[in-house]
C-alpha cells in the first residue's frame, strides 16, 4: 500500500511546491537507486538462515520511512524539500529492496513446493494493496491532507512488522533439513543457457520501466488532459488494484496446471495493446476517459501476470545450471528481478518519467516503450518455440 501512494498524490503536490517532471522523477527515481545497491549487495550478506531478520527489519524501516515522508510536505524551504525527500526515499528504496529479496524465501518455507501458489499470493497482496492504497488513501486526503494517508498505512505497517516478527518462521538452513533439496546432478555450465536465462529477463525489465513510468507521469497525465486531481484521479489507480487483484489469481491457477509459458507470452501481449492503447489516446476517440479505464483494465490483468511467471520462468532456467536447494534458487532469482526492478524503475521515472516526458509527452513516451514491448513479445516467441504446446514444461515441482 504504501508505494501506491506515490503516485496519486506525490507528483502533484510537488508540482505545487514548483518542482520539474524532471525533479519529480528523480525523487521517485532515487529510492530505485537505493534498491539498485540493495540488490548487488544483498547476495553477499543474505542467505537461508538471516533472511527473516532482515525481512522483519526492512518492513519496519520502510514504515517509519513512510511516515517521515508524509511529513515533508510541510516543509516550505525549496532546497530542504527536495533534500529531505530525497533521503527519505533512498531509504525506502533500501528496505524495499530487502523486502522483495527476502520475502519469497520467507513464504516458500510455509509454502514448500508451490511456486505457483506462492507468486500468486504475494501477487495477490501487491493488487490488494495496489488497490486499498489509492482507495484509503484518497479518503484520508481528502479529510486531511497529504500528511494523513501517510501517516496512517506507515502506522499499520509498523504495526504489521511487529506481528511479523513474532509469527514468521525461521527459513531451515541446508543443514537443517534434506527435503528442500533437488535431486542430485551435475548440470554442465552452459553459456547459451546463461544468454537464454538474460533474453528471457528482458519482458520483466521493461515492464518495470513502463510501470515506474506510468507511476510518475500517469497522474499528470490524467490532470493535463482530464482535469482529475488527487480527490477523483485517485479512483483510476484503485481499479487498476481491484482487477490485479482479481485477475493475479488466475495467474497462479495456470502455473499450477502447467501453462506457465502460454501466461508468460500472453501477459506480454497484454501489455503490448496498453501501450498501444496509451499511444493512440491523442487521436480522436469518442469517450477519450472510458478507453482509459479499459488500457487500465488490461494493465492490470497482463502486468501482474507477467510479474508471476517471470518469476517462474527464471527460476525454472537458473535451474538448468545451478545446482543449489529450491530457497537458494528462489533467493537468487529474488534478488535478480530485484536487481532488474530498481534498474527499470530507476530508467522509467528518471529518464522515462522525468526527462523524456519533460521534453516531449505521454504519448511519444508510450510509443517508443511499445517499440520494445514488441520485441521482448518476438525474442519470449522466439525461445519458447518449441515449448509453447509442451504444458507440463513448467508444471509444478
Excluded at 510537488?14 to 529510492?31: D, E, F, N, V, Y
Excluded at 534434506?178 to 544468454?195: A, F, H, T, V
Excluded at 479505464?293 to 527464471?314: A, D, E, H, K, Q
Amino acid at each position: 500500500m504504501n508505494t501506491s501512494l506515490m503516485a496519486p498524490f506525490f507528483p502533484l503536490a510537488a508540482s505545487r511546491k514548483g518542482l520539474s517532471m524532471a525533479w519529480i522523477g528523480a525523487i521517485c527515481g532515487i529510492s530505485d537507486i537505493s534498491l539498485l545497491i540493495v540488490s548487488v549487495l544483498i547476495p553477499f550478506i543474505a542467505n537461508e538462515g538471516n533472511t527473516r531478520m532482515f525481512y522483519t527489519s526492512a518492513v519496519t524501516i520502510s514504515a517509519l520511512s513512510m511516515i517521515s515522508f508524509g511529513l515533508l510536505v510541510q516543509i516550505n524551504n525549496f532546497d530542504l524539500f527536495i533534500s529531505l525527500c530525497l533521503l527519505s526515499r533512498a531509504i525506502m528504496g533500501f528496505s524495499i529492496g530487502t523486502i522483495y529479496s527476502c520475502a519469497v524465501v520467507v513464504i516458500a518455507n510455509i509454502y514448500s513446493n508451490k511456486s505457483g501458489l506462492i507468486i500468486s499470493c504475494m501477487q495477490g497482496m501487491q493488487g490488494l494493496g495496489m488497490a486499498l492504497g489509492p482507495f484509503i488513501g484518497g479518503i484520508l486526503f481528502s479529510i486531511g491532507g497529504f500528511t494523513l494517508p501517510f501517516a496512517v498505512i506507515g502506522l499499520t505497517e509498523l504495526f504489521l512488522s511487529l506481528l511479523s516478527a513474532l509469527t514468521t518462521p525461521r527459513v531451515p538452513s541446508k543443514s537443517d533439513s534434506k527435503q528442500i533439496m533437488y535431486e542430485e546432478r551435475q548440470p554442465e555450465m552452459d553459456y547459451r543457457k546463461i544468454l537464454r536465462f538474460l533474453l528471457l529477463s528482458y519482458p520483466y525489465f521493461h515492464n518495470l520501466v513502463y510501470t515506474s513510468f506510468r507511476d510518475v507521469a500517469l497522474a499528470v497525465f490524467l490532470k493535463e488532459n482530464f482535469l482529475l486531481n488527487e480527490d477523483s484521479n485517485y479512483f483510476v489507480f484503485s481499479v487498476y488494484g481491484i482487477c490485479s487483484a482479481l485477475t493475479t489469481p488466475i495467474s497462479g491457477i495456470l502455473i499450477e496446471k502447467g501453462y506457465g509459458i502460454i501466461a508468460f507470452l500472453l501477459s506480454q501481449l497484454f501489455m503490448f495493446f496498453v501501450l498501444l492503447g496509451f499511444t493512440i489516446l491523442e487521436l480522436p476517440i469518442l469517450n477519450r476517459l472510458c478507453f482509459v479505464y479499459i488500457i487500465i483494465v488490461f494493465n492490470s490483468i497482463g502486468n501482474p501476470t507477467l510479474i508471476s511467471t517471470s518469476f517462474l520462468v527464471l527460476e525454472k532456467e537458473l535451474e538448468t545450471f545451478l545446482q543449489k536447494s529450491i530457497n537458494s534458487i528462489r533467493l537468487l532469482v529474488s534478488m535478480w528481478m530485484s536487481f532488474l526492478r530498481s534498474l527499470g524503475r530507476l530508467i522509467g521515472s528518471i529518464f522515462v518519467a522525468g526527462l523524456l516526458f519533460e521534453h516531449y509527452n505521454f504519448h511519444k513516451c508510450c510509443f517508443g516503450l511499445v517499440i520494445l514491448n514488441g520485441i521482448s513479445l518476438v525474442i519470449s516467441v522466439i525461445l519458447f518455440n518449441k515449448d509453447i504446446c509442451k504444458k507440463v514444461y513448467y508444471k509444478k515441482i
